[in-house]
């Protein structure tokens, strides 16, 4: 009887195992995505998910997007954008599939051409067709203390009057705008990237959008050109750096590649270094840093045996807008310039630990103590006691590393309460500010005495929400924080007063996540990143 019992036991079991793998069966068998997605998404996605004036829908694109973020997005759609929901025309179990269709590799490999990017050019107003002077709005407003506020909330930006600390002027962004924006020298244009591959140009003096272009799929962030006449663009999808003119005329594609060709790699991060008249880019894939000139009359750059240097006898390519390689022993994926640009910090997420890389004989000449996961993009300089110092935060352990310029050795650790991502000062000020928004403290900002380099202060203005990305006035009067929320739940730039730490003023705003002072920019200020 006992045998019995069991056998029945163990072919009800089958059974039941049979039955809910035949009920899955059914349910994937009613979900179809594909055609949900050509028939709902296509049209603004692209039937290949590459995009089209809605972004691209592909695993590469969506990494800082989560699946349940992206299930109540197709089901409710988005605020303030063209993209509606679809709960009232898909299932539950219909939106999840097409969900797992998008985060699922494509049939094939993505690309995008120079044809492409030459195709998607978009010219609103033709270069010299807007009035050359400030529009009448900003009688009596110093340009140069202006802020370009980024608010991810809704996809827009705010030009804000930095002396009255009141909005001028607000317009719809692209999707998912990233890096900081990019200024021309003289502060009128404004250059904007979004994670999807759209580069903008906005004229401020006219409060318009000039022009617009798609560089890539997955974009990084943009630099320009000391002299404002070239920008750079750096691509993870494809994995390319896109050279244009001011304009947004197309210039070149350069296909990132080891020296040998063999590796591709996708790139980093871009920045300018106006010192040197060239963009140098960190590559993730390849142990490589690139330095680009614009300059046309650069040298030569030697990629082969070369018999003589001094009459290019060897293989030489021109120096204008091609890479020069420096050889690493890994991979860079964040740095720091310092202040002449000869030298760059770098550091590897994945190592946790960094070097110095000297620009002109292009190889490494120290090494960095720099435990976590330093985050030197945002990191900051100053004097004390007579010698330059860096400082950078860091997205993985609660402290700021202070590192001496002359020697680059580490001077000291300053706690946080948490992790942070931004860090900013003024030269008008003896104190830098430093978030913890990547921890459970990210209500808090931590300011430092520049001059003891220890803490004198702790900020929290409305517990259990992100307050982050401090940025100061011209003046260094002010400092502005991001309260880092949608505006219906509070969000605004918070100004404090940068010499008693004390709130004078909310700016409501829909989930700033960056605002950048004109000046601060253009200037290269030491207590903001370039």
């Known amino acids: 009887m006992r045998v019995f019992c069991r056998n029945w036991s163990n072919a009800l079991n089958r059974l039941t195992i049979c039955l809910v793998g035949l009920f899955g069966l059914v349910t994937v068998a009613m979900a179809d995505p594909v055609k949900h997605y050509n028939e709902h998404c296509a049209a603004c996605h692209g039937a290949d998910r590459l995009g089209s004036t809605g972004p691209a829908l592909l695993p590469e694109s969506l990494a800082r997007l989560r699946k349940p973020d992206a299930v109540r997005t197709i089901g409710l ?22 969900t797992a269709f998008i985060y699922s590799p494509g049939a094939t490999a993505p690309t995008f051409t120079e044809a492409d990017i030459r195709a998607s050019r978009i010219v609103n107003h033709a270069p010299g067709s807007l009035p050359g002077a400030p529009a009448a709005v900003f009688k009596g407003v110093d340009m140069m203390n202006l802020f370009i506020v980024v608010e991810t909330g809704d996809h827009s930006v705010t030009v804000l009057d930095g002396d009255k600390l009141e909005p001028i002027h607000r317009f719809a962004s692209r999707y998912a705008l990233h890096g900081g924006p990019k200024f021309t020298p003289e502060g009128r244009y404004v250059f904007f990237a979004s994670r999807d591959g759209w580069v903008t140009k906005f004229d401020i003096w006219n409060l318009k959008v000039v022009a617009e272009i798609r560089a890539g799929i997955n974009t990084r962030n943009l630099a320009v050109s000391g002299d404002g006449k070239v920008l750079a663009v750096a691509n993870y999808l494809p994995n390319t750096l896109v050279l244009m003119d001011a304009d947004l005329n197309l210039l070149k594609v350069l296909s990132v590649k080891d020296k040998d060709g063999k590796v591709s790699s996708r ?20 142990a490589e840093v690139w330095e680009i000139s614009y300059n046309p009359n650069a040298e030569d750059i030697p990629i082969g045996m070369v018999h003589d240097f001094q009459y290019k006898e060897g293989a030489f390519i021109r120096g204008f807008l091609n890479p020069r390689r420096s050889y690493l022993s890994e991979p860079l994926d964040d740095f720091f310039f310092t202040q002449g ?3 760059l910090m770098g550091t590897s997420r994945e190592a946790g630990k960094g070097q110095v890389v000297n620009l002109d004989v292009r190889k490494r000449i120290a090494d960095l103590n720099l435990p976590g996961m330093p985050h030197l993009g945002s ?4 004097k004390w006691q007579g010698k330059t110092v860096m400082a950078t935060p860091n997205l993985k352990d609660g402290l700021i590393t202070v590192i001496d310029l002359s020697d680059w050795k580490t001077i000291k650790s300053l706690p946080t309460p948490g992790p942070g991502f931004f860090m900013r000062s003024h030269e008008n000020t003896p104190y830098a500010w430093a978030d913890s928004m990547m921890s459970k403290a990210k209500d808090t900002l931590t300011v430092f005495d520049k001059r003891s380099l220890e803490k004198v202060s702790e900020i929290k203005t409305d517990p259990g929400k992100t307050l982050a990305h401090i940025e100061f006035t011209r003046d260094g009067k002010y400092a502005l924080a991001s309260l880092w929320e949608r505006k219906a739940d509070g969000g605004a730039l918070i100004v404090f007063d940068a010499a008693t730490f004390k709130e004078v003023k909310r700016i409501p705003m829909d989930k700033p996540v960056g605002k950048y002072n004109l000046f601060n920019k253009i200037s290269r200020s030491e207590g903001t990143s370039h």
């Open 341 to 343: 640009y000869n030298e």
């Open 379 to 382: 990191g900051i300089t100053w």
């Open 267 to 286: 790139v980093s991060a871009v920045y300018d270094a106006q010192p040197r008249k060239s963009f140098v880019a960190a590559l993730k894939d390849v």
């Open 77 to 98: 759609g988005r605020a303030a954008t063209q993209m509606g929901g679809f709960a009232d025309r898909l299932s539950k179990d219909d939106i999840e599939a097409l």
